[in-house]
């Protein structure tokens, strides 16, 4: 395997810190990389290129986008837009502001599904299908790219109805647009059949990968997530299945959790939170180059 790869942190990690916060952060322990999400920018456009004109001082490299509304349908972050035409126009939004922040950086940006309404999955992967098209062409246009993450069959109808990576690669086929890949999240994924030789088959439609744990006893909220090497992905055999694929990208530490759990990682030190999660997905991944 290839030296230490680069290393992210998704700001969802560091849940109730601003995005000045999570920045000086960041930077202070030495983090590679940072998914900005849009939630912590302000809604003032010209304040929020502000803010994203401070990265531009290094050394911390943008490696994906959270749009602030980054669901086709309604999600549990934005319950509140039901008309998936109106969200896509967010979206296009959102990618107007980091196109024109990064011009030339072929930043890459997740999507979700959302719900389907009243439960009618005929007519959202219709939608899906009928809409993402232009959603991916307008990316192209503005130089950015679409990367779709599949939630864990857990969170279906919470905030979304593509639960399996085969659902997932089926959709972006549909789409068929090379600014139209995937978000691969192990966390949701990891317990499907054969996962490792489908990871290593993925290729040029991985764009991006988030990292984190399940844990060991079974989750006890929808976002209760551990540290890399603290849970029961084997995450040595999937990382080798990854460089398999030829992903050379950014991993990035995505932790959810729950204010009200005795051990949230949301309520921990967040300096401890990242520190801790990069040695173990070091360790992970040495563990995985030692099997190569």
Known sequence: MDPLPFFSVSEF???DQSFQEDVALYRRLGV?????CERKLSTDRGEAREQLARLKEGPLKVTSVQPRVHALFEDSMCPNIDDPAERLRRYRQTIDLFSESFPGE?????????NAPGHNFRLAQQTARK???????????HGVRIMFEPLNPI????DTFIC?????????????HPHFGLMLDVWHVWHEPDIARRIAGLGQQ???VHVCDWPREQPRRLGDRVLPGQGIIPWPTLLGALERAGY?????????????LPDSLWRADPARVIEEGRRGFYKVWEEARSCA
């Open 13 to 15: 990690t560091t849940w």
């Open 32 to 36: 590679a990389g940072i998914e900005v």
């Open 106 to 114: 072929n930043l890459p940006l997740v999507t979700i599904s959302g």
């Open 131 to 141: 809409l993402y098209p232009d959603l991916a062409r307008y990316a192209a246009d």
């Open 155 to 158: 969170l279906m109808n919470a």
């Open 164 to 176: 399996t990576l085969g659902d997932a690669l089926r959709l972006i086929e549909d789409v068929d």
């Open 206 to 208: 991985l764009l991006g």
């Open 248 to 260: 050379k990208g950014a991993y990035c530490l995505e932790i959810f959790s729950s204010h009200d």
